[in-house]
Each structure stands twice: as structure tokens, then as C-alpha cells.
């Protein structure tokens, strides 16, 4: 392997064949769970990075898993509370993790089954409970508090999904004038 410049940047590849390794973040996803009450249920991470630091249920996506079912098992494995994920909250890049960049998936959360409880065989946490968000546990780790958490209090400090935006964009309904397309509307590389 050697380092040569592809699409702008400098990447190790292969002077052999066009193999060209490209270095990507890791796909994680953390939940959101809003309980009883409006309390929040978090972790306390046994494990660096943030070792000792409280945190929302969080792990990375395993290869064969939808980002979805990742929050969802990552809350029954590190607290024992069963949890639907009510879906996407939000996206967030965190690019100064120690151990790797990622891309995580934040998913809003509600209690279904199970019960708080040690896990035997979790290592990264060492306890879970719940929390008004004027009560929070000290400290937070992983930018939780800032990027999420206080962001709660506040919902109206969320954007607004671009889901909402669909109907001003697209026509719809019968009515609606499809037009065709043509070789102008696009490219070729031909």
C-alpha cells in the first residue's frame, strides 16, 4: 500500500490494482428513552472513553442490524428495560471519540417491557437509572448533555423534520401535472 491522491485526498491504495482504502467513521446508535413522568434513562459508563461519566444507552450498529434495532438492543443489554423506538431524533457526527469517528443515530424512545437490572455480562456500564432532565447525574459524557439533553427541554429548538416540507415540493394527488424527462434534466458520461 501507498498513499496517492483520490477524489481530493490523500488515501492509501494500491500501486497494483485500483483497490483504494477509504477510511470511514463508524455507524452507532444511542436512545433517547423517555419514561414515567417525563424521566430520562441513562447509564453510567464503566469502560473509557468517559469511564465513571453518565450517558444515554448507546452502542455501535452490529453489520447485519438496522440502526433502529441497534438502539433498541443496546437499551435492553446495558439496563434490561425493553424499549419500541418511536424513530429518528437525530444525526449527530462525533468526530474526536478516541476510539473511532462515528455517526450516530439518535432514536426517541418509550419503555415497553423488562425492568432496570444488572446485566452479568455488560461490561461498559455499571449502572442505569432514571432522571427528571432538571436532575441530571454528573457528569455527562460523549457531548450528551449539550447536543442532546439540554436540547429537551426545548423541543422547539429542534429543526423542523424536512419530511414536512414534502407536500410544497412534490405534486401530488391525480391532479397533479407529471412532466417527462428529458435528456436535458440530467448528464451522461458518455
Known sequence: MEESIHEGRLRPSCSRCPYVFYANPAAGSAAVVIGDQGRIL?????IEPFRGAWALPAGYQEVDEEPDAAAVREVQEETGVEVRSLGLLDVLFVPDDPRKPANVLVYLCIPV???????????????????DL???PEPIGFDNYSRILERLRDPSGYPASPWNRLAELLP????????????EDGYSKT
Open 113 to 131: 417491557g423488562g425492568a432496570l437490572r444488572p446485566i452479568p455480562e455488560v461490561h461498559d456500564v455499571d449502572r442505569a437509572g432514571w432522571f
Open 172 to 183: 401530488t394527488g391525480p391532479s397533479a401535472q407529471r412532466g417527462s424527462t428529458t435528456e
Open 42 to 46: 441513562l447509564v453510567r459508563r464503566a
Open 134 to 136: 432538571d436532575a441530571l
